[in-house]
């Protein structure tokens, strides 16, 4: 699978430009979303998060045309979404499976039945949907839950049926709205790991919509972060989780609130881990070897598949001769290092 992050290498497979969703009713209009531009390439991981109301999940139906755009356009696999025909449109949708928020299936039908239907619907054999949902039933680890009816199954479950049932026609993206927020967080931990399994094995792009910054943080490779109808900031997530840059990002990646301007103490300093040293206490490793305490008055850090991300600032000793041998001790670990303004 090519590097989801070289965008050099990679094809756009999904291209947004200066799109825009105004519902109308007799009273008013609402203006959902106001300029919107996204590059989406082939094999990434990518994720929109917002707080409810931002727009995200009208962006996502705009992606495939269930709500069709005021303004602006979108690009599929090279391909207008506006100039199609109804019936290239359908096959265009056929190639952006979706997931949601309560999982959509059918009730009155039992698990491979579910993913039975939409191969149905391109007109496969009966024998011929049911060989493939079991394959796919097997690829989400259900394959004992076949005959199950949805009643009979757990939320995960649910979403794994569901998970199978969007991978039917073999699509080139998955979009997945808020697709893990109606279940537990080992749950969600089991169903992000599935599709990041699908992703590696099978090169799929996968965009995931959510509030959640956790899941952000756990699956996706670039983010695009929402407010108020319009994108208030795009990148890696690496970039964006060590130097947000709005207010709106910085309220996600520092949802306790950003501590800069409550440090005390005459000397402190601020490490960021962006990815290039492990996780591991550094701070327990500075005290060992320079014999100086420090003391924690902020930290944000993550650990993204062993590697660290995020913020910590640290009060200083008061002696400067052991000061600066900490300082010195923490720029020799490949972490980036500088001293802050202590606030009162």
């Known amino acids: 699978m090519a590097d989801p992050q070289n965008k050099e290498t990679n094809k756009i497979i999904l291209s947004i430009k200066d799109m825009g969703k105004i519902y109308t009713s007799k009273k008013n209009q609402v203006k959902a979303l106001e300029d919107i531009n996204l590059d989406i390439y082939e094999g990434d991981i990518f994720g ?12 996502v139906r705009c992606m495939n045309f269930l709500e069709r755009p005021t ?16 019936k290239e449109l359908l096959r265009a949708r056929q190639s952006m499976g979706m997931i949601f928020q309560q999982f959509n299936l059918l009730m009155q039908r039992n698990a491979v039945d579910n993913v039975c239907f939409p191969l149905e619907i391109i007109g496969k054999t009966k024998k011929e949907a049911r060989i493939r949902a079991l394959e796919l039933l097997e690829l989400v ?18 979403q794994r049926v569901a998970i199978a049932r969007a991978l039917a026609s073999n699509p080139r993206v998955l979009l997945c709205d808020e697709a893990t927020s109606a279940l537990d967080p080992a749950t969600t931990h089991s169903i992000l790991e599935l599709l990041k399994q699908i992703n590696r094995d099978f090169g799929l792009t996968i965009v995931v919509i959510t509030h959640e910054m956790s899941v952000i943080e756990e699956i996706c490779h670039r983010i695009a972060i929402i407010d108020n109808s319009h994108i208030a900031e795009t990148g890696n997530v690496i970039d964006i989780f060590t130097n947000p840059k709005t207010q709106i990002a910085k309220e996600f990646v520092f949802p306790g609130g950003d501590k800069l301007d409550r440090v005390v103490g005459s000397r402190c300093c601020e490490i960021i881990f962006d990815g290039n040293s492990s996780y591991e206490p550094i ?30 600032i640290v009060q200083l000793p008061e002696d400067d001769i052991l000061a600066n041998k900490v300082m010195a001790y923490l720029r020799n670990q490949n972490i980036i290092v500088k001293e802050v303004e202590a606030g009162v």
Not at 49 to 54: E, H, K, N, R, Y
Not at 71 to 86: E, M
């Open 141 to 158: 680890g259900l394959s004992d839950k076949a005959e199950a009816y949805p009643t009979q199954l757990s939320g995960g479950q649910k």
């Open 48 to 59: 929109v998060i917002g707080l409810s109301g931002a727009g995200k999940s009208t962006l």
């Open 71 to 86: 303004t602006g356009t979108v690009i599929f696999d090279g391909k207008d979404l506006a100039s199609l025909t109804k």
């Open 283 to 312: 701070l327990a490793k500075t005290i060992l070897e320079c014999k100086a305490p420090v003391n924690i008055m902020f930290a944000n850090t993550k650990n993204v598949d062993g590697k660290a991300f995020g913020q910590m």
